[in-house]
DNA sequence: TGTACATCAGTGAACGCGCGTTCACTGATGTAC
DNA sequence: TGTACATCAGTGAACGCGCGTTCACTGATGTAC
C-alpha cells in the first residue's frame, strides 16, 4: 500500500486489490464494498471517488483479471511457437496456471455473475483473450485433414468446457470433492486424450 | 400448494421449491430465507419449524437435487444396458438434462458453495449419483486394452468435467458467452471425441 | 356425540447488524503569482 | 522563496433497507375421555 503522491497515493489500485483478496477468500457473494474499503484503510464513502459503485469495483477487477490472462496466454502462444501443437498446450497449462495463481481474478471473471458487456474496456478486454485462445486452435486445426476436422469454434469450446470444468470441480480447496488426481494432470491427461480423438497426436502413448 | 391437512399442509416442501425458484432466478447469492418465506405465503419465522436456517434449507434443496439425479441417471443407465457404451453415453446426456430442466436444483448442488458433507443425507444423496455414474464407465473401461486403460476415476473426472463446464459456461444464458453450438451437441461431440481418443468407438467418424 | 385438554405449526413484533449510498465538510496537495 | 488560492481525495455522520434469527404468543388441529 504505496502511501506516495495524493492523500492515499493509489488508492483506486488498492481497491482493487483488496476487492480480489476478499473474493478469492469469501467469494463472489462474500464481498462487500464496505469491508474493501476498511481493508484498503479508507471509508466506504471515498470509494465513490474512484468507482460508481460496487458491481463497478468488480468490473474492474474482472478487466484486469482479462487483461493479465490475455498477456498470459500471449506469453505461452509464442513460447510454442512455432509449433502449433506445442503453442496450443501451452497455452492450455496457462488456462490451469492463471486459475491457480489468481483465484480472485478467476472468480470474478467467470462465477461474480457480472456481464462481460458491462463496460467497453471490459468486453475489450475479455475479446482480446477469447482471441488469442481461437488463434491457438485454428492454426491447431490447420494439421487435421478438412474433411474430419471440426470447426475451430466447437474445437475451442471443447477445450474451454474442459478446463473450466477441472478448475470448478477439482481446483477448488472444496473438501469432499477431492480427486487423487492433480487439476494439472487431469486437465493434460483430457486434452491429450482429445488430441488423440482428432488425430492429432499418434494413438498410442 | 396444497392446503390441506395441518395449517399450511407441507410447508417444508413448499419452503423447498420456494428456495429452488429463488436460487434458479436469482443465483445462490439472491437467495433470502425471508423471501422463500414470502413466497410461500409464511413468516420468516415459520421457516425455523422446519429447519436450522437459511443454510439447512439449501442444504435439503441440493439433497433432493443430487436424489433426483442419481434416480434419472440409474434409469438412463438401465436403459442403455446391456451395452456398455450406450450405458455410458445415455447417461452423460442424463446430465445435461438435468442440469437444463432443474437449474435451481443445480445450482444448490454445485454454485451455492454448500459442502457435500453438511449433512449425512445430503453426503448419501451425493454418494449414491457419484457412484452410478463411476459404474458406467468403470464398465466401459473395461472395453479398453488393459496396458492402455486409464484409470476409472481418471475417465470419470474427465466427463464430468467437461459436463460441468459445458452447463456453466454454454447452458446459462448469459449474454456475450454464446456459442453456436447446443450445449447438448457440445457435449456430445466432445465426449465422441474423447471415446475416440480412447478408442473406444471407432476412428472414422 | 360432546367436551376438555394437549400439541405444535405459524404469528407478529422486535433485535442487532452490516449493507450500499448520499451529503456537506475538511484539510492536504499542487499551482499561480 | 513566500503567500493566497483552487482543487479534490477522503471524512464522518446519517439514511433507509432487508437480512437472519429470537421469543412469547395464539389458535387451529387432533386426541382422550
Same mark, same amino acid.
Given at each position: 500500500m504505496p502511501k506516495r503522491g495524493?492523500?492515499?497515493?493509489?488508492l483506486r489500485q488498492a481497491l482493487v486489490e483488496a476487492a480480489l483478496k476478499l473474493i478469492e477468500v469469501k467469494g463472489p457473494t462474500g464481498f462487500t464494498l464496505s469491508e474493501a474499503a476498511k481493508q484498503a484503510g479508507v /471509508?466506504?464513502?471515498?470509494?465513490y471517488r474512484h468507482f460508481e459503485g460496487r458491481e463497478d469495483l468488480i468490473a474492474e477487477a474482472a478487466r484486469q483479471g482479462y487483461s493479465m490472462f490475455a498477456d498470459l496466454m500471449q506469453y505461452a502462444y509464442d513460447k510454442g511457437q512455432p509449433s502449433a501443437l506445442a503453442a496450443f498446450e501451452t497455452t492450455g497449462r496457462a488456462y490451469l496456471a492463471f486459475a491457480r495463481k489468481h483465484p480472485g481474478h478467476y472468480i470474478a471473471m467467470f462465477?461474480?455473475?457480472?456481464?462481460?458487456?458491462? /463496460?467497453p474496456e471490459l468486453s475489450d478486454a475479455a475479446a482480446r483473450a477469447r482471441g488469442i485462445f481461437e488463434r491457438a486452435v485454428t492454426e491447431l486445426c490447420e494439421h487435421i485433414p478438412p474433411h474430419k476436422r471440426p470447426p475451430a469454434s466447437m474445437f475451442s469450446a471443447h477445450i474451454l468446457a474442459l478446463s473450466h470444468g477441472v478448475v470448478e470441480?477439482?481446483?477448488?480447496?472444496?473438501?469432499?470433492?477431492?480427486?487423487?488426481?492433480?487439476p494439472e494432470d487431469l486437465l493434460e491427461s483430457g486434452i491429450g486424450i482429445y488430441l488423440r480423438g482428432l488425430g492429432l497426436i499418434e494413438p498410442d502413448s
Amino acid at each position: 500500500m504505496p502511501k506516495r503522491g495524493y492523500h492515499h497515493g493509489n488508492l483506486r489500485q488498492a481497491l482493487v486489490e483488496a476487492a480480489l483478496k476478499l473474493i478469492e477468500v469469501k467469494g463472489p457473494t462474500g464481498f462487500t464494498l464496505s469491508e474493501a474499503a476498511k481493508q484498503a484503510g479508507v /471509508t466506504p464513502a471515498a470509494v465513490y471517488r474512484h468507482f460508481e459503485g460496487r458491481e463497478d469495483l468488480i468490473a474492474e477487477a474482472a478487466r484486469q483479471g482479462y487483461s493479465m490472462f490475455a498477456d498470459l496466454m500471449q506469453y505461452a502462444y509464442d513460447k510454442g511457437q512455432p509449433s502449433a501443437l506445442a503453442a496450443f498446450e501451452t497455452t492450455g497449462r496457462a488456462y490451469l496456471a492463471f486459475a491457480r495463481k489468481h483465484p480472485g481474478h478467476y472468480i470474478a471473471m467467470f462465477e461474480s455473475g457480472i456481464s462481460v458487456n458491462r /463496460t467497453p474496456e471490459l468486453s475489450d478486454a475479455a475479446a482480446r483473450a477469447r482471441g488469442i485462445f481461437e488463434r491457438a486452435v485454428t492454426e491447431l486445426c490447420e494439421h487435421i485433414p478438412p474433411h474430419k476436422r471440426p470447426p475451430a469454434s466447437m474445437f475451442s469450446a471443447h477445450i474451454l468446457a474442459l478446463s473450466h470444468g477441472v478448475v470448478e470441480l477439482y481446483a477448488r480447496n472444496t473438501p469432499g470433492t477431492a480427486s487423487p488426481y492433480s487439476p494439472e494432470d487431469l486437465l493434460e491427461s483430457g486434452i491429450g486424450i482429445y488430441l488423440r480423438g482428432l488425430g492429432l497426436i499418434e494413438p498410442d502413448s
